[in-house]
Nanobody
């Protein structure tokens, strides 16, 4: 099964920033809506943001105005710029298509703590 590879997570202080990257297949980045998801311990996986092949974006209310999703299809790479981080953003972040066409990868851990 196709799998995306996430990177860029780490430890940040509240109010800080991190930039996540996701690499996948050319086909996935050309024709599908791509998405960032996150899952914290004891909670359901939730959609954070998505971006269509034409560049239209959608954000969860909890991150709207703080996070920015983007993509570089020529490099098969998607990004999530996370600003004004809050402790509640602490989660493992994953990427996939909006329709979950790829297998789940390892994700990248984001921890926000002072």
């Amino acid at each position: 099964q196709a799998q995306f590879v996430e990177s860029g997570g780490g430890l940040a202080q509240p109010g800080g920033s991190l930039r996540l990257s996701c690499v996948g297949s050319s086909l996935m980045f050309t024709i599908y809506t791509l998405a960032w998801y996150r899952q914290a311990p004891g909670k359901q996986r939730e959609l954070v943001a998505d971006i269509t092949s034409s560049g239209s974006t959608n954000y969860a209310d909890s991150v709207k105005g703080r996070f920015t999703i983007s993509r570089d299809s020529a490099k098969n790479t998607m990004f999530l710029q996370m600003n004004s981080l809050k402790p509640e953003d602490t989660s493992i972040y994953y990427c996939n298509t909006r329709q979950l066409r790829a297998s789940w990868g390892q994700g990248t851990q984001v921890t926000v703590s002072s």
